[in-house]
């Protein structure tokens, strides 16, 4: 059974930084693609940033642009949003997601295309 479990989300005050964590459990992280996603209250959901299983290809959406950071740790399973200069608007729950793919450099940026999602992470920027 896959999991999908996001941890390191929490309170900050703006300008702070957060490490969030995205772990896959049952299948390995190479063969498949993350995404990062985030629904704030009352807002639908957007798109963070993806990486392709090969880690070549990665997206950030104009919101995380020079403030975000992707990196997967193919040992650990682990996926980390690294989150800097954070914003007030940047609170929202944050969902990890996986897609299967053997096309190494392929970015899914869709939510239907993710095969599993996790429960999400809560991050609150406030002062």
């Known amino acids: 059974q896959v999991q999908v479990v996001e941890s390191g989300g929490g309170l900050v005050q703006p300008g702070g930084s957060l490490r969030l964590s995205c772990k896959v459990i049952?299948?390995?992280?190479?063969?498949?693609?993350i995404g990062w996603f985030r629904q704030a209250p009352g807002k639908e959901r957007e798109r963070v940033s993806c990486?392709?299983?090969?880690?070549?290809?990665?997206h950030f959406e104009d919101s995380g642009k020079g403030r975000f950071a992707i990196s997967k740790d193919k040992v650990l399973n682990t996926l980390f949003l690294q989150m800097s200069s954070l914003k007030p608007e940047d609170t929202a729950v944050y969902f990890c997601?996986?897609?299967?793919?053997?096309?190494?450099?392929?970015?899914?940026?869709?939510?239907?295309?993710?095969?599993?999602w996790g429960q999400g992470t809560q991050v609150t920027v406030s002062s």
């Open positions: 990486i392709s299983t090969s880690g070549g290809s990665i």
């Open positions: 049952g299948v390995s992280l190479a063969d498949y693609a």
């Open positions: 997601a996986a897609h299967e793919d053997i096309r190494t450099d392929y970015l899914p940026r869709e939510p239907y295309e993710y095969d599993y």
